[in-house]
Each structure stands twice: as C-alpha cells, then as structure tokens.
C-alpha cells in the first residue's frame, strides 16, 4: 500500500475541521475540499467552510460558532486573505487563542506566494509540505495529497490523545506536555453595561475628585478594600498624571521566585528552578490600566470589549510602549512595565506575603476573575479582594504584559539582583491569567507568553516607576 494512501480506523465522532480563506481562494478551498473527500466520507472528519451556512442562520454567528468548536483550523493563506480585516482580525486571532490554549490545532495552508512568516502565524508547521505555496507546485495534485496526508496525520493524533496541547514558543516544534486546562466557550458576547459620567467642566470634575477622596479618606476608609468595592475615577482629560494617587510602594527585599511549596502540583517545567531574587523598592498601579484611562492619554480606545470604561484596556505590548511614551512625556515621569520579578513579587504581596497560590488568597473566587466566573468577559477593575500590597486582580481578569522577553529556561541562569529578562527573544512575558483561562493560569508562579504584536483581548497591563 502506497504510504500516502488515506486509510485510517473509522472515528466514532468526527473531528470538525474549520476552513477559513479569500473569496478570490475559493478555486483553492475548493480542491482543497475534493482532497480531503475521503477523510469526510468516511466520518473521520467533518468539514466546514461559510458556503454551508444555511438560510437564516447570521453570517457572522455562524462562523464564530463553528470556528470555536473546530478541533482543527484550516487557514488558506494569500495576499488576499491576510489583507482582509475579518480574516486576519477575527478568524485568524480567535484561532490562535484557541490554538494557544491547546483546543484546537491552527495549520496554515499557503495557497499564493505571501509574507505569512511575518505574522503571528509563522511559528506554525505550515503545509502543503516545507510551506510550499500551492501555486509554486508543477503538479498541483500532489499539493493537495500533501495537504490531505498532513491533515489525516493531525487527525489521528487528536484521535490517539484528544486531550494533547499544541503550543510553544518561537522556534520550538514540539508539542507541549498534556494540557492541564479547561475549556469554555470563546468570546460568549454578553456584555457589561457600567453608567460611566464624564464632567465637559475641569472644575466640576476636580470636586467630584476631592469629593470622592474625602470620602474615601475619612468617611468610608474600609470600603474601597473590601470585595464588591470601588474603582478608580474616571481621569479628567489633560490630567498631567491620571495614576499618581494609584501608584502602591513596594518595598525591596529578597524573595524565592518559581515553583514554590503552594504552587507544587501544578507547576510546569519553565518554572523552575525555584531561586531567590533581590529587588530594590519600586512603584507599582493598584489596579490595571482601564480603558478610561488609555482613551485619557492616547485619544482613542479600539477595544474588544466595549461599553466599560473601568473594564481593563487590553492591548498589545508594542502599542503599550507608544502609551508609556506619551504618559511619561505629559508627566515629566519614567512609567514602564513591571519587570517579572517585580511583577512576582508584588502579587505574592512583597514583605507581607502570606503565601498564597494566588494573589491575596487560596480561594480563586475571592481574588479572580476566570474562565469559571467571568461569564466569557473582563470584568471592572477593583471589584475582586486586593492582594496583601491592596493590589486588584493580579490574578485573573486579564493577562499582564511584563518588560521581560520570555525564554522557557531563564530561571536557571537569570541574575539574583534585580533581573531584567533574557537580553533578546521573540516573545514577552505576561503574568497572572485572563478571564478566558482556567484556574491554573492565575497561579503566582504561572508564567505565559506571547509576540509582542499580539493581543487577542486577553492581555493587558499595569504601571510601575523604578
């Protein structure tokens, strides 16, 4: 039997398998689809692609729906489809997200010669065979037997380990340990309506501000550290400095970084080895950077998730850099992200730590928003308990980009005095799990990554002044 031929054991359930491409690709997902025939007939799979949407069924419902059941994510790759806002923006990045928390497996198929390996996509195993665009083959069947051959193989691993994660970092080909995680529904669009008043007159503004910090002073000193308490006001526009009465003094001192006693049982290879760190005193935001007060310094707030101000601005670590700029350069001050030290250190509560698996309690529910309890969306800063610092949601909500880049092994050759992270790389570190994320993605020690252009609405930031 020829090694190529398509036989495998018949699938009790077949594996979805989701087609995204151009219109001007549709000859090409088409052959594509006469390829992968006879995975189809024979039940081991089942295709699908936005031509099989049926009357009455909305558009773009249906290709959420079935993009965020798909075991496997076929992306026809082209000048056209990468130039297209739907496919890049959407298909593609909610594809990577899954991909990236092991529930599906993403495949570029490059049908058209295009600059693919200069998207996030290009750390991905690529097909028909060694990425060759379909149009550069002599025979254009045997680009379809390769993609056809190259989709069975990943079919049957899903079918031997259903549970099998596919991740990992630039570079790295192979498949990461079994996932540990949980899987949710993506992007379940309810949404959180918070009645948001915007004062046109400074002065009026500057006395709700006095007014609300007389009462938190003075009238109500519990209330804004208690679960279910407030947030940050609103910042007045041309505020110089919307987060000076949020910056929290984190004392310096040494601490043991990693996988330490609560976190073991959980733990992952790149956390360890555990080791101690020294830093010296620095500053840090008590609450995540809101979308309220982006829009305050940038002008601007395309988010995913709209109509909450106070709800975290989620963002790519690159834009971040272009924020830091313009905030220090209105404030005279050197803002910057928290290094992964610090940003360790500070969520286990620095000096005042009480040791706990998340930040500021054992009991996630308490300190968290998650994939159990987050109702598919980031939530309002500050409306969790605080950490021992009076630190909000450094566990859960959203991912936090820290200034390091990131490298699997860094724990074991990193400097004890104040680390800055490896000195090159291609992804950056983010810290403390998102609202998308299960449990162990919120644990102190957890460490993540992503490419520095990358954002997904799933990661954002806090501030801190060394």
């Given at each position: 039997?020829?090694?190529?031929?398509?036989?495998?054991?018949?699938?009790?359930?077949?594996?979805?398998?989701?087609?995204?491409?151009?219109?001007?690709?549709?000859?090409?997902?088409?052959?594509?689809?006469?390829?992968?025939?006879?995975?189809?007939?024979?039940?081991?799979?089942?295709?699908?692609?936005?031509?099989?949407?049926?009357a009455g069924q909305t558009w773009d419902e249906a290709i959420k729906e079935n993009l965020h059941q798909a075991?496997?994510?076929?992306?026809?790759?082209?000048?056209?489809?990468?130039?297209?806002?739907?496919?890049?923006?959407?298909?593609?990045?909610?594809?990577?997200?899954?991909?990236?928390?092991?529930?599906?497996?993403?495949?570029?198929?490059?049908?058209?010669?295009?600059?693919?390996?200069?998207?996030?996509?290009?750390?991905?195993?690529?097909?028909p065979q060694d990425?060759?665009?379909?149009?550069?083959?002599?025979?254009?069947?045997?680009?379809y037997l390769s993609i056809a051959v190259g989709v069975k193989k990943i079919v049957e691993e899903i079918q031997h380990n259903p549970k099998q994660q596919y991740d990992g970092e630039a570079g790295q080909e192979n498949i990461i340990q079994e996932?540990?995680?949980?899987?949710?529904?993506?992007?379940?669009?309810?949404?959180v309506l918070l009645l948001c008043f915007f004062f046109a007159v400074w002065g009026v503004s500057k006395f709700i501000d006095n007014t609300l910090a007389t009462v938190k002073s003075r009238i109500i000193p519990g209330f804004w550290g208690r679960q279910g308490g407030g947030?940050?006001?609103?910042?007045?526009?041309?505020?110089?400095?919307?987060?000076?009465?949020?910056?929290?003094?984190?004392?310096?001192?040494?601490?043991?970084?990693?996988?330490?006693?609560?976190?073991?049982?959980?733990?992952?290879?790149?956390?360890?080895?555990i080791h101690q760190v020294t830093l010296s005193s620095f500053y840090i935001s008590q609450y995540e950077v809101t979308q309220a007060q982006w829009r305050a310094i940038m002008g601007n707030n395309l988010n995913y998730f709209k109509g909450c101000q106070q709800c975290p601005k989620s963002e790519s670590w690159d834009k971040i850099q272009t924020f830091l700029e313009k905030l220090n350069a209105q404030t005279g001050k050197n803002y910057?992200?928290?290094?992964?030290?610090?940003?360790?250190?500070?969520a286990r509560g620095g000096n005042k730590s009480k040791g706990y698996k998340y930040a500021g309690s054992n009991d996630i529910d308490k300190v968290a928003w998650y994939d159990g309890n987050s109702n598919g969306k980031t939530h309002p800063v500050g409306q969790k308990q605080a950490n021992e610092l009076g630190l909000y949601d450094m566990s859960g909500n959203v991912y936090e980009w820290c200034g390091d880049w990131?490298?699997?092994?860094?724990?074991?050759?990193?400097?004890?005095?104040?680390?800055?992270?490896?000195?090159?790389?291609?992804?950056?570190?983010?810290?403390?799990?998102?609202?998308?994320?299960?449990?162990?993605?919120?644990?102190?020690?957890?460490?993540?990554?992503?490419?520095?252009?990358?954002?997904?609405?799933?990661?954002?930031?806090r501030l801190a002044v060394r």
């Amino acid at each position: 039997m020829h090694p190529n031929t398509l036989t495998m054991a018949h699938a009790a359930t077949p594996i979805r398998v989701f087609m995204a491409y151009s219109r001007r690709d549709a000859d090409y997902l088409n052959e594509i689809r006469t390829a992968l025939n006879p995975l189809e007939r024979r039940g081991d799979i089942k295709l699908w692609y936005d031509g099989v949407i049926v009357a009455g069924q909305t558009w773009d419902e249906a290709i959420k729906e079935n993009l965020h059941q798909a075991d496997i994510v076929l992306l026809l790759l082209s000048n056209d489809s990468l130039a297209s806002d739907y496919f890049y923006e959407q298909e593609v990045a909610n594809a990577l997200v899954r991909h990236h928390k092991g529930e599906c497996k993403v495949v570029p198929i490059i049908v058209r010669d295009c600059l693919w390996e200069e998207t996030q996509l290009a750390d991905l195993q690529a097909l028909p065979q060694d990425a060759k665009p379909i149009v550069a083959w002599t025979n254009p069947n045997a680009a379809y037997l390769s993609i056809a051959v190259g989709v069975k193989k990943i079919v049957e691993e899903i079918q031997h380990n259903p549970k099998q994660q596919y991740d990992g970092e630039a570079g790295q080909e192979n498949i990461i340990q079994e996932s540990k995680q949980s899987t949710q529904q993506w992007l379940k669009r309810g949404s959180v309506l918070l009645l948001c008043f915007f004062f046109a007159v400074w002065g009026v503004s500057k006395f709700i501000d006095n007014t609300l910090a007389t009462v938190k002073s003075r009238i109500i000193p519990g209330f804004w550290g208690r679960q279910g308490g407030g947030f940050p006001p609103l910042p007045p526009i041309g505020e110089p400095d919307p987060f000076a009465d949020q910056m929290v003094l984190v004392q310096g001192g040494t601490f043991t970084m990693g996988c330490t006693a609560e976190q073991v049982g959980n733990c992952w290879d790149w956390e360890k080895p555990i080791h101690q760190v020294t830093l010296s005193s620095f500053y840090i935001s008590q609450y995540e950077v809101t979308q309220a007060q982006w829009r305050a310094i940038m002008g601007n707030n395309l988010n995913y998730f709209k109509g909450c101000q106070q709800c975290p601005k989620s963002e790519s670590w690159d834009k971040i850099q272009t924020f830091l700029e313009k905030l220090n350069a209105q404030t005279g001050k050197n803002y910057c992200l928290p290094t992964e030290a610090e940003w360790e250190y500070a969520a286990r509560g620095g000096n005042k730590s009480k040791g706990y698996k998340y930040a500021g309690s054992n009991d996630i529910d308490k300190v968290a928003w998650y994939d159990g309890n987050s109702n598919g969306k980031t939530h309002p800063v500050g409306q969790k308990q605080a950490n021992e610092l009076g630190l909000y949601d450094m566990s859960g909500n959203v991912y936090e980009w820290c200034g390091d880049w990131y490298r699997n092994d860094y724990y074991a050759n990193n400097s004890a005095n104040n680390p800055k992270g490896p000195s090159m790389g291609s992804n950056r570190v983010m810290r403390g799990g998102a609202w998308y994320f299960n449990t162990e993605h919120c644990r102190l020690s957890y460490r993540f990554f992503c490419r520095p252009y990358e954002n997904f609405g799933i990661i954002g930031f806090r501030l801190a002044v060394r």
